[in-house]
């Protein structure tokens, strides 16, 4: 088995993601519309550019989200890569098989148009985002 895991997204966290996108929409980056995501205590938005580069900004709501502690260690700084990938519970699976660690069980996100997500850890990789496009 192997899954092909298609980049979608480089997530990135930030105190603020209205002073942080200021700088990306002078780097020729449009920015989507700002939503909340209950399930994470975030606020995301997506940045893109006309050569297919996509990044998320992710700022926390209050101290228990589980953002909270990038921003607090290292600022504004890149914290997680996101994959789309065509079966998320077989990619699952594989990555278990790699020791991976699900943070948590699939979950719709508001951000990105009720597609499922997930996040793993791994301690070689680091935070790995799975997404499906939801049907
Ligand atoms: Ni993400």
Redesign the pocket.
Known sequence: MNTKYKL??F?IATKSIERCAAIYSKLGFEKSETVVEPSQKVK?CFLTNEVGTTL?L?EPIGDDSPVTRFVKQSGTTPY?S?YEVDDIYEAIDELEDLNFRVMFEPVESEA?DKGL?CYLFSVEIGLF?L?QKAV
């Open positions: 979608h997204h997530g995301i998320e992710v997680h996101c990105m997500i985002e997404y």
